[in-house]
């Protein structure tokens, strides 16, 4: 005869106490290339808009419109160094603007350009300090602190106008010529005179076209071993050694190396003792490319902690105006911009250069950025801003979105019933701030309101001695909010707007109740 056994009903939740777990703000930064499954507990499925450091991950500086009236997109910023006076000029239009001293930039310093999507070089002659740029469709100009000049008749030996990219390398000005395989070189320390061609045709073996050039810098500094890196359209990367490249002994090329296609023309910057180069497979390192091969040593990109994301940008907008990348030392930051829609939407794919901790700027609509006495500034819609400036952006606010890698918190087979939360902020101000426990991976925003209010005291073990926490008057805010869902896994999931309050997110307490093993 057989029997029917009814099985044993667990509770989901058992009457156990409450378990509580401090988890620190996620400044190990946003992952992308990770299953969202498979994450250490100090990084983010989203981080939006903040900033990590060492100790906390703090809301990013906003920006001010520091010059205004270039009735147009700037799609070129440019920052001259004299010997007595440095210049700040924003081009759009198709004409270029001095906006060195902020407000409104007046008339023109130089119009009727083709476009105004220029690469430039500062360089230091016996004759003074200049500026000198190219766009592979107007002449070369030179602007010597005072005048902008016409240099089309001057630069002999090719045709001034069909130069489209610039470097300084080794005392010498170098261009490349739009649509073939040819660099051109002028003599030591001039700005004119005869050029001399370079052509990279034989060595090419994936054909295309040249798209720029680039100095590799090895010891952080200028000196022999300085090595020249071109890259052409189909990804084609030829390095040389040496100083004149008419003396086979003090000209040599290194290699030949294929790293994918670069994106934009302006794909070089160099950063410490490195040069890195935007390209399809994301933000490739020099340093790295020649001691690794494809084979035995694969080359990681810097960009590698967020490889999907970028994979995902260089396809959908690489064929976009405003691919830039530049080290901001102020900051510890490196800003690689993504062009999601071509002088309209932008955002910013941002590392902190100590922690290699990756985030996503939203809000700086940014065509391209340049370092101006130590200061950031960005060329938008008729205006160049000054970034990294304030805590708004032109006077509105800054949304962010932080959601925390899931944990299961050491036991993956239970389910959990999360019922508290604790943030940790350090603000100026209380914030306007949201919070919940997101579960089993949902990534949906966060919703319910937290009560932010500062706090008595400070937070022991928490900053750092001498730094914003400590001179900028911030106050502590920590207080226990109501936290419902369950699940495996949680997240902390925080967002907050704020207008003109400096934040920084440090850790948070979350509480649990576990439930059985199913």
């Given at each position: 005869m057989r029997t029917n056994?009814?099985?044993?009903?667990?509770?989901?939740?058992?009457?156990?106490r409450a378990t509580s777990k401090s988890l620190p703000a996620p400044v190990g930064g946003w992952n992308a290339r990770d299953s969202i499954a498979d994450m250490d507990e100090k990084d983010a499925v989203i981080l939006t808009n903040l900033f990590p450091s060492t100790t906390s991950v703090n809301l990013r500086g906003g920006y001010s419109q520091f010059a205004t009236g270039f009735g147009a997109q700037v799609e070129t910023v440019i920052s001259y160094s004299g010997a007595t006076t440095n210049k700040l000029f924003g081009i759009a239009g198709g004409a270029v603007y001095d906006a060195t001293a902020g407000g409104a930039v007046g008339a023109a310093a130089l119009s009727s350009l083709t476009n105004s999507r220029w690469q430039y070089i500062n360089i230091a002659t016996s004759g003074g300090n200049f500026?000198?740029?190219?766009?592979?469709?107007?002449?070369?100009?030179?602007?010597?602190?005072?005048?902008?000049?016409?240099?089309?008749?001057?630069?002999?030996g090719v045709t001034s106008s069909?130069?489209?990219?610039?470097?300084?390398?080794?005392?010498?000005?170098?261009?490349?010529?739009?649509?073939?395989?040819?660099?051109?070189?002028?003599?030591?320390?001039?700005?004119?005179?005869?050029?001399?061609?370079?052509d990279l045709s034989a060595f090419c073996p994936?054909?295309?076209?040249?798209?720029?050039?680039?100095t590799w810098t090895m010891d952080a500094g200028t000196g022999m071993d300085d090595m020249a890196v071109f890259i052409t359209s189909n990804g084609d990367c030829l390095v040389y050694r040496g100083t004149d490249?008419?003396?086979?002994?003090?000209?040599?090329?290194?290699?030949t190396y294929w790293i994918g296609s670069?994106?934009?023309?302006?794909?070089?910057?160099?950063?410490?003792?490195?040069?890195?180069?935007?390209?399809?497979?994301?933000?490739?390192?020099?340093?790295?490319?020649?001691?690794?091969?494809?084979?035995?040593?694969?080359?990681?990109?810097?960009?590698?902690?967020?490889?999907?994301?970028?994979?995902?940008?260089?396809?959908?907008?690489g064929a976009n105006f405003g691919w830039n990348v530049l080290p901001l030392d102020k900051q510890t930051a490196l800003i690689l911009n993504v062009p999601v829609k071509t002088n309209a939407s932008q955002q910013q794919y941002v590392m902190n250069t100590i922690t290699g901790a990756w985030c996503n700027f939203t809000g700086w609509l940014a065509n391209c950025f340049e370092i101006y006495e130590d200061d950031l500034y960005f060329g938008g819609t008729n205006y160049i801003g000054k970034a990294w400036d304030t805590y708004a952006d032109a006077g509105q606010g800054i949304p962010t979105l932080g959601l925390q890698a899931f944990s299961y918190f050491g036991s993956p087979a239970q389910v959990k019933r999360f019922t508290m939360m604790r943030p940790t902020f350090y603000a100026s101000s209380p914030p306007?701030?949201?919070?919940?426990?997101?579960?089993?991976?949902?990534?949906?925003?966060?919703?319910?309101?937290?009560?932010?209010?500062?706090?008595?005291?400070g937070l022991w073990d928490a900053g750092v001695w001498d730094t914003a926490i400590w001179g900028a008057g911030l106050e502590l805010s920590r207080q226990w909010q109501g936290a419902a869902g369950a699940g495996y896994c949680g997240a902390p999931n925080i967002a907050t707007n704020t207008n003109s309050i400096?934040?920084?997110?440090?850790?948070?307490?979350?509480?649990?109740?576990?439930?059985?093993i199913l």
């Open positions: 056994v009814l099985p044993i009903r667990r509770p989901l939740i058992s009457k156990s500026i000198e740029m190219c766009n592979g469709a107007d002449s070369v100009y030179t602007f010597d602190g005072t005048t902008w000049t016409d240099r089309s008749g001057a630069i002999t069909t130069l489209i990219n610039i470097n300084l390398h080794q005392e010498r000005i170098w261009f490349v010529e739009v649509g073939t395989l040819k660099a051109w070189y002028l003599p030591v320390k001039s700005i004119t005179g005869a050029a001399a061609a370079l994936h054909g295309g076209y040249l798209m720029a050039m680039g490249p008419t003396s086979a002994s003090t000209w040599t090329k290194i290699g670069p994106i934009g023309r302006r794909c070089f910057v160099k950063y410490k003792g490195d040069l890195l180069i935007i390209t399809q497979d994301g933000l490739v390192s020099m340093a790295q490319l020649l001691q690794s091969t494809q084979l035995k040593t694969p080359l990681i990109s810097v960009t590698d902690k967020i490889q999907d994301a970028t994979a995902k940008a260089v396809t959908n907008y306007d701030a949201y919070g919940q426990i997101n579960v089993d991976f949902d990534q949906s925003p966060a919703t319910a309101v937290l009560a932010v209010a500062n706090a008595i005291g400096e934040l920084q997110w440090l850790a948070t307490d979350v509480v649990m109740e576990p439930g059985a």
